[in-house]
């Protein structure tokens, strides 16, 4: 399977403590986003990276929130401390390079996080 | 910022009726325009797309068309089956990430 993957696929923990997601995404693809879908909305942005740097970052992302791609391949998400409204599908997705770019996203099938 | 209003749903439709999915958006260019779906159990993939103005997407028998002047991307099936039963999220891509609407959860009968 070449596309995106995510991992865990579920978590649940207990609220005070730390989780972090995995995601690796298509070979070929520089950019790597995460997103965040709560029930019933379209997923929020959170951050993106083009390689190792990440470029952009969203208000939705408070300090407990920290995102890497050390290597400008796969990515992890962080989340510290976790509270019950971190509860929420993280979408992780990926795009071609600039250039051979239409804009279109690649996503995973998501990690879901339940904090108890 | 960048926004995506798509019509409240959920819609529920009898096999082989007619679906239209209303989307407007507002953004500060020209956006690139795209209509995701999300079938149950499964992640996000694309359906459709259009990268500028009076271009119509396809697929699937799904289309929609880019229109500047009212900005909208109107999602239409002429006959829609069970298996579209799914939730639809029109989104649009200006400044190198996809800014998405709530989403539309579709419910086709038999």
Excluded at chain 2, 3 to 19: I, Y
Excluded at chain 2, 71 to 92: I, N, P, R
Aim: negative net charge.
């Amino acid at each position: 399977d070449t596309g995106v993957s995510q991992d865990p696929r579920h978590k649940i923990t207990k609220r005070g403590q730390n989780v972090t997601f995995r995601c690796d995404p298509i070979s070929e693809h520089n950019r790597l986003y995460w997103y965040r879908q709560t029930l019933g909305q379209g997923p929020e942005f959170l951050t993106y990276f083009q390689n190792e740097a990440q470029l952009e970052k969203s208000r939705l992302l408070s300090d407990r929130f920290s995102a890497e791609r050390p290597k400008g391949s796969f990515s992890t998400l962080e989340i510290q401390r976790t509270e019950q409204g971190d509860s929420a599908m993280y979408l992780c997705a990926s795009s071609k390079p600039s250039g051979s770019n239409t804009g279109e996203l690649f996503f995973g099938e998501g990690s879901r996080l339940t904090v108890l | 910022g960048n926004s995506v209003t798509q019509m409240e749903g959920p819609v529920t439709l009898s096999e082989e009726a007619f679906l239209t999915i209303n989307c407007t958006y507002t953004a500060t260019g020209y956006p690139s325009l795209f209509w995701y779906v999300q079938y149950p159990g499964e992640g996000l993939q694309l359906l459709l797309k259009a990268t500028k103005a009076d271009d119509k997407g396809s697929n699937k028998g799904f289309e929609a068309t880019y229109r500047k002047e009212t900005t909208s991307f109107h999602l239409e099936k002429g006959s829609v089956q069970v298996s579209d039963s799914a939730v639809y999220f029109c989104a649009l891509n200006e400044d190198g990430k996809l800014t998405f609407g709530q989403g539309t959860i579709l419910t086709v009968h038999p």
